[in-house]
């Protein structure tokens, strides 16, 4: 059994800073690969970053240069830094990990948080 836990979602005004945390618990033998979406209503979910096992990076287009996406082994957390934020960045944002459990490390399984809001407003 493995679980995602995200953190550090809240309210916050345009221009200013939020960080999440995710942190993954359970069964865990290995991670591939762990990152952010979000989900705005009416909006389909969108990668927003990921970072895997090796410590390549990927993000959307609309955050590059305002997100920062890092990972800390030996917690099983990755954490995104948000920067400079936008009212379009409003959403959900959900952890998601490829995991690898010590009853099969030989592949790996999608797990998901259960989302944080994000809200960018004056």
């Known amino acids: 059994q493995v679980q995602l836990v995200e953190t550090g979602g809240g309210l916050v005004q345009p221009g200013g800073s939020l960080r999440l945390s995710c942190a993954a618990s359970?069964?865990?033998?290995?991670?591939?690969?762990m990152g952010w979406y979000r989900q705005a209503p009416g909006k389909q979910r969108e990668l927003v970053a990921i970072?895997?096992?090796?410590?390549?990076?990927n993000y959307a287009d609309s955050v590059k240069g305002r997100f920062t996406v890092s990972r800390d082994d030996a917690k099983n957390t990755v954490l995104l830094q948000m920067n400079s934020l936008r009212p379009e960045d409003t959403a959900v944002y959900y952890c998601?990990?490829?995991?690898?459990?010590?009853?099969?490390?030989?592949?790996?399984?999608?797990?998901w948080g259960q989302g944080t809001q994000v809200t960018v407003s004056s």
């Open positions: 998601n990990a490829a995991i690898r459990t010590r009853r099969n490390p030989m592949y790996s399984f999608d797990y």
């Open positions: 359970g069964s865990i033998f290995s991670i591939d690969a």
């Open positions: 970072i895997t096992f090796g410590g390549s990076t």
